[in-house]
């Protein structure tokens, strides 16, 4: 294994050096999957483009009405972000269990993202954040939808020379929470078996619920949202009925595997329990706000 290792000082240069290195470049970060990847000869690039310490893309941004992650950021920043303990508890509560200590001090969001893994944990929060990604590359920038970005496992609609520069996603509205509930053989250090985001935001009388969405992962080709269980608890009754009944549809929507963790009928009895318990919890947590 050899390669030559470069260190951009901006995206620009990054990109440049992509494209003048292309189709054997690779951009890395954290390491945390490139160099697994390398050692298992999955991957055998000729150069490598560190871009761990490019500025401005491990910052935490808050606006008025949104906030933005730099590609960069550690899920050790998420884990101790002040605003992220109230209703975007989601973000929090999945950095926490990426790995140990080590790999969240190191790997960064934005390389989870990318590499696409179905299982990866950080993704179904972001998706029920309804998030975006801005991404650079030679002809400029562009931004996606994160729903639409990743198309299969490992696989997405960046090119071998774009990088990931930022995600993006709204503030919720008032009577909103968000919860993440992961199931995996161990309590740390796992893949998930399954995992589930909510985010849940309920009507002026905080008994029926007036948006829902919903993401899930490792029980499918791609984390997904499973929209008509989203579609059908909207100007429901916010309770233990309706989000049973969410579960269900959201089983029904999953096309698991069967593999080593899990079986396939396994994996899909718990994205239905697990649906409606991060419904449960968002509720719990709406109602403790309100008090």
């Keep these: 294994m050899s ?27 954290g390491g945390t999957d490139t160099v697994i990847q390398i050692n298992r000869k999955k991957i055998d690039p000729a150069h490598l483009i560190d871009v761990a310490c490019l500025p401005g893309m491990s910052e935490i941004t808050e606006t008025a009405d949104a906030f933005a992650l730099g590609a960069l ?35 960064t969001i934005g390389g989870n993202i990318v590499n696409a ?29 994160l729903r639409d970005f990743i198309v299969g496992p490992g696989r997405t609609n960046l090119s071998p020379v774009e990088i990931v520069t930022s995600i993006r996603f709204a503030k919720l509205p008032a009577r909103s929470a968000t919860a993440f509930l992961k199931e995996g053989r161990r309590r740390a250090m ?8 909510a985010c849940l935001t309920l009507e002026a009388s905080t008994s029926r619920c007036a948006s829902v969405r919903l993401a899930i992962g490792a029980a499918s080709p791609k984390a997904f949202r499973p929209q ?14 309706s989000f ?19 079986s396939a009928g396994y994996r899909r009895g718990l994205v239905a329990v697990m649906v409606e318990r991060a419904l449960t919890t968002c509720l719990q947590r709406i109602r403790e706000q309100n008090q």
């Design 117 to 145: 893994s179905p299982a990866a944990d950080f993704v179904p929060p972001l998706l029920a954040l309804d998030a975006s990604l801005d991404i650079t590359g030679p002809k400029g920038r562009r931004s996606v939808a």
């Design 228 to 241: 008509q269980a989203e579609g059908f608890l909207i100007g429901k009754p916010a309770g233990k009925e």
């Design 244 to 262: 049973a009944e969410a579960g269900r549809l959201a089983a029904e929507a999953s096309s698991p595997i069967s593999d080593v963790r899990a």
């Design 190 to 197: 796992e893949i998930s078996v399954v995992c589930v985001a």
């Design 73 to 107: 950021t550690k899920y050790r920043s998420i884990e101790t972000h002040p605003a992220f303990r109230g209703n975007l508890r989601v973000l929090l509560e999945a950095a926490s269990v990426v790995g140990g200590h080590q790999v969240r001090n190191i790997a």
């Design 3 to 29: 390669f030559d290792l470069h260190r951009p000082a901006t995206v620009t240069e990054a990109v440049d050096l992509a494209q003048r290195f292309a189709p054997t470049a690779r951009y890395v970060a």
